[in-house]
């Protein structure tokens, strides 16, 4: 019974990583590249966000897709086709 308990450890813990830290992980770093990317962000808005994203990781990052989704790297607003409105 203790094999079974230490097999069902390892593949509940790989799982949980596969599921759970892995995704995680992917926001923060596309949610940090993506800061990084934009040019039409003020110095302090960028560093807030930073802070944001750094600080509370898993909200700051979900958030800060969410508010910027949609934007150019200047961010100016995307039309529905994809196109930066004029």
């Known amino acids: 019974m203790i094999v079974l308990s230490t097999f069902l450890d390892v593949i509940l813990g790989?799982?949980?990583i596969f599921f759970v830290v892995i995704p995680i992980m992917l926001i923060w770093i596309v949610a940090l590249a993506d800061l990084f990317r934009q040019k039409g962000l003020s110095p302090i808005r960028r560093i807030l966000w930073l802070l944001a994203i750094i600080f509370i990781p898993i909200v700051g990052a979900i958030l800060y897709?969410?508010?910027?989704?949609?934007?150019?790297?200047?961010?100016?607003?995307?039309?529905?086709?994809?196109?930066t409105e004029p």
Do not use: V
């Not at 897709?65 to 196109?83: C, K, M, N, V, Y």
């Open 14 to 16: 790989g799982l949980l």
């Open 65 to 83: 897709l969410l508010l910027q989704a949609g934007r150019d790297e200047f961010g100016r607003p995307l039309s529905i086709d994809g196109t």
